[in-house]
């Protein structure tokens, strides 16, 4: 990445904007994910919330999550870029956010998908990567 590519936490926070989302928990998941806050990360969960992360089994909990992020997400920066949320029967909102996810070794498309309470707390989100066979295969091997 040239330094010309480098956005700062600063400028990311100003200019997150996901086309089609204006819930501010799911904007502030991926603030708060890029800016390498995972406490504050977590904290948008319910004490309940659980959180799926590609190749992984589901970790629950706000305490759970904040450890997993701080192992697992240093060096990743999300770049959501279109979103949509509905309203399900259960007057739970669905959100799907796709976008990119960069590493130190790969860019690969992502899709987010959320489910906030009537508080606005994320009850579950998914990350899934959007990749052919192969592609993921290789993302395995590189772990």
């Given at each position: 990445m040239t330094s010309a590519e480098f956005i700062s936490p600063a400028q990311l926070k100003?200019?997150?904007?996901i086309e089609g989302i204006t819930e501010?928990?799911?904007l502030r998941y991926f603030e708060t994910?890029?800016?390498?806050?995972?406490?504050a990360t977590a904290a948008l969960f319910a004490v309940d919330g659980v959180m799926r992360p590609p190749f992984e089994s589901d970790i629950v909990g706000?305490?759970?999550?904040?450890?997993?992020?701080?192992?697992?997400?240093?060096?990743?920066?999300?770049?959501?870029n279109?979103?949509?949320?509905?309203?399900?029967?259960?007057a739970t909102i669905q959100v799907q956010v796709t976008g990119k996810a960069q590493t130190s070794w790969c860019s690969v498309n992502v899709l987010w998908l959320f489910i906030l309470n009537q508080q606005q707390q994320i009850l579950y989100t998914r990350i899934k990567l959007l990749a052919s066979p192969q592609e993921l295969l290789s993302l395995r091997r590189e772990k």
């Amino acid at each position: 990445m040239t330094s010309a590519e480098f956005i700062s936490p600063a400028q990311l926070k100003e200019e997150l904007q996901i086309e089609g989302i204006t819930e501010t928990s799911i904007l502030r998941y991926f603030e708060t994910l890029n800016a390498g806050e995972f406490e504050a990360t977590a904290a948008l969960f319910a004490v309940d919330g659980v959180m799926r992360p590609p190749f992984e089994s589901d970790i629950v909990g706000t305490d759970a999550i904040a450890a997993y992020l701080k192992q697992e997400g240093q060096n990743i920066k999300a770049y959501p870029n279109t979103g949509i949320a509905e309203t399900l029967e259960n007057a739970t909102i669905q959100v799907q956010v796709t976008g990119k996810a960069q590493t130190s070794w790969c860019s690969v498309n992502v899709l987010w998908l959320f489910i906030l309470n009537q508080q606005q707390q994320i009850l579950y989100t998914r990350i899934k990567l959007l990749a052919s066979p192969q592609e993921l295969l290789s993302l395995r091997r590189e772990k």
